[in-house]
């Protein structure tokens, strides 16, 4: 267990519809990123958000969106939904985030994902 | 191109072989995770590592960032090794680090 919780496990909706995935990061972390798995992309970085803010933007659709609230969980919010953004959602979190020109790192914890399946 | 290459892609091996998969990538990276994904879907980070070399029980990672390459061995293999294992290098650039992946190696264990 990474102590990341991501909620619901699973999602059907339909296309067009809109829907909300939350994650809570690792007691402590102050950084939150999502990620996206499709079996046709692997992998992919959507967007990072450190203490609130905004922090680094992947390949994310305009369609979504995500924020991180005071009380460090985070939402990513994925309206008209087409077929194609059937995948597992992954976030993961981490201490901190890097410094401008530091190269240092913090270890990113994932959690169980949720699938979410478009119909 | 992709930016991280994994080998192979797929890697059917007998239980107690000597497994070796391999990642190659092409930007500047400050580290490299090794994460490993079972078939429900979760994902565990096995290492990050930056330079040299680490061990965790019978699984080793090593990485040469002049050639920007690492492998994850995995010694005395076993049917609960098998998994996908994706290599994801931390690439710095800005006021954060974002993980690029690789397309992940499909290990099946045969006992």
């Known amino acids: 267990d990474s102590g990341v919780t991501q909620t619901p496990k699973h999602l059907i909706t339909a296309t067009g519809q809109r829907v909300t995935l939350r994650c809570s990061p690792r007691s402590g972390d102050l950084s939150v990123y999502w990620y996206q798995q499709s079996l046709d992309q692997g992998l992919q970085f959507l967007i990072q958000?450190?203490?609130?803010?905004?922090?680094a933007k992947g390949n994310i659709l305009e369609r979504f969106s995500a924020q991180q609230f005071p009380d460090l969980h985070s939402e990513l919010n994925l309206s008209s939904l087409e077929l194609g953004d059937s995948a597992l959602y992954f976030c993961?979190?981490?201490?901190?985030?890097?410094?401008?020109?530091?190269?240092?790192?913090?270890?990113?914890?994932f959690g169980p994902g949720t699938r979410l399946t478009v119909l | 191109k992709n930016e991280v290459e994994q080998s192979p892609q797929n890697l059917t091996a007998q239980e107690g072989e000597f497994i070796t998969i391999n990642c190659s990538y092409s930007v500047g990276i400050s580290a490299l995770h090794w994460l490993q994904q079972h078939p429900g879907g979760g994902i565990v980070s096995l290492f990050m590592?930056?330079?040299g070399k680490k061990k965790h029980g019978r699984l080793i990672a090593t990485i040469n960032i002049q050639e920007k390459h690492s492998s994850l061995h995995i010694t005395a293999s076993h049917p609960r090794d098998s998994a996908v294992y994706i290599c994801?290098?931390?690439?710095?650039?800005?006021?954060?680090?974002?993980?690029?992946f690789g397309t992940g190696t499909l290990l099946a264990v045969q006992p």
């Open positions: 994801a290098v931390l690439n710095y650039g800005g006021a954060t680090n974002k993980l690029i």
């Open positions: 993961a979190s981490s201490v901190a985030t890097s410094v401008w020109g530091d190269h240092s790192y913090n270890e990113q914890f």
């Open positions: 590592l930056s330079s």
């Open positions: 958000y450190y203490n609130g803010e905004e922090r």
